[in-house]
């Protein structure tokens, strides 16, 4: 969830996978970070779409690439939760 834009956990681990591939490549090859949008993936979620048309769709799905974090554990990452730590 990202403020009232909520969507299925499987789609935001999708969402991360695009984001991290992006950093994995040949840093004098790739587009600056700040430029790339996951919205230019061909295979991102439908359910991310709409989010597209936001001005600040960049923002959103970083901090729904961040919720997905591996050491996050999936009760820690919903921000609805308190006293994980």
């Not at 950093?23 to 991310?48: D, G, T, W």
């Not at 597209?52 to 919903?78: G, H, P, T």
């Amino acid at each position: 969830q990202d403020g009232d834009l909520k969507f299925p956990l499987e789609s935001v681990k999708k969402l991360k996978e695009f984001m991290d591939g992006n950093r994995h490549i040949n840093p004098r090859m790739m587009v600056p970070i700040a430029s790339y949008s996951p919205c230019q993936e061909k295979h991102l979620p439908e359910e991310f779409r709409p989010v597209c048309k936001r001005e600040d769709a960049l923002l959103v799905f970083r901090r729904l690439s961040l919720a997905a974090e591996d050491d996050l554990c999936e009760i820690c990452a919903n921000a609805a939760c308190a006293g994980c730590f």
